[in-house]
């Protein structure tokens, strides 16, 4: 299959529905989603491709009785009731593995951004307020001997993990689920050693009941004062309140974060809270991994209509 990105600003859910050979799904007159017409549509579907902002769960399943699949065009799946899909006999895939190094890259552009300072910088050059070089201008934080500190060690967090060894890093990682094997120069070690030991926190776990505000206030309160906390993950993994009340009070040396609780909204205290650095969820944004996440929901769809088992099928977590 040929796969080509329309020129412009391309509607997104119609070129995956383009490439997923199927309908585009109802949009309002401003080009929005609409979910009540959405439901609607979905009487007669076989298949669902959806995005990381459809909440698929048990109203959007019982209103699609056709249904054999749902393709998450995603890795992350916590807006996909996954059990009560498999409770239906709906089987579910999502998008390993094709944006694991694209969302390792971004994650290292907004920890290096957030390290030395660049939104700041950018932002004093566009406003004519740079006066030239002085030797304590926009001072930030050095890398090389510091320690990353990276939750979740998955595909993704050992591709950040690998980034570090070129920047002198020394690595840890922790998890909810236990302390991860010790891996290619990465100490396992407790998620209470990692807070009070990180420089830069990086998470990279799913968003779950474990993981739901897992750096609150008082995790804050355990980490190194000038840590820098770096999000790609799911917004809902941090308390965004907790977490610009302590970017605020200067306690943290910045926050980089891709990922929102409630996005596209943004609390408002982060908005305006120093060394902070807000991406609108551009992990896995290159041309190259979203056509490929793109043909992996086609795949599913079609395994999944042939009678076959996906590649990349999602099963509810242990
Ligand atoms: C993006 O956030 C994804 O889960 O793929
Ligand atoms: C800085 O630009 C230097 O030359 O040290």
Avoid at 75 to 96: C, E
Avoid at 139 to 147: D, N, Q, S, V
Avoid at 241 to 255: C, E, I, S, V
């Amino acid at each position: 299959m040929t796969s080509r990105l329309p020129e412009g600003a391309p509607s997104w859910r119609g070129w995956i529905a383009d490439h997923a050979l199927c309908e585009p799904p109802a949009l309002d007159g401003e080009g929005r989603f609409d979910r009540a017409a959405w439901l609607a549509e979905l009487g007669t579907a076989d298949a669902l491709v959806c995005l990381l902002g459809d909440r698929v769960d048990a109203e959007v399943l019982a209103a699609a009785p056709r249904l054999r699949v749902v393709a998450n065009y995603a890795v992350g799946y916590d807006n996909v009731d996954v059990a009560a899909a498999t409770a239906r006999g709906v089987v579910v895939a999502n998008t390993p593995d094709v944006l694991t190094e694209a969302t390792a890259d971004f994650t290292w552009a907004l920890l290096l951004a957030c390290a030395r300072r660049l939104g700041e910088g950018e932002r004093l050059v566009r406003d004519g307020a740079w006066h030239g070089w002085t030797p304590t201008l926009l001072l930030g934080a050095e890398l090389a001997g510091a320690t990353l500190g990276i939750v979740g060690l998955g595909r993704i967090g050992r591709a950040v993990a690998r980034r570090a060894a070129a920047f002198g890093m020394a690595v840890i990682a922790a998890d909810t689920r236990g302390v991860p094997a010790d891996v290619d120069g990465v100490r396992g070690c407790t998620l209470d050693e990692l807070w009070a030991r990180a420089d830069v926190i990086s998470l990279h776990c799913p968003l779950t009941p474990a993981t739901r505000g897992l750096i609150d206030a008082a995790t804050l309160g355990r980490m190194r004062p000038g840590a820098i906390v770096i999000n790609t993950a799911r917004g809902g993994c941090i308390d965004e309140a907790a977490l610009a009340d302590a970017l605020h009070a200067g306690r943290l040396g910045g926050a980089g974060l891709d990922v929102f609780a409630a996005e596209p909204a943004i609390h408002p205290r982060l908005l305006t809270a120093p060394r902070t650095i807000l991406a609108p969820h551009l992990g896995s944004a290159t041309t190259r991994t979203r056509v490929a996440m793109a043909e992996l929901c086609i795949s599913a769809v079609r395994d999944v209509l042939a009678g076959r088992e996906p590649a990349n099928q999602v099963r509810v977590r242990a």
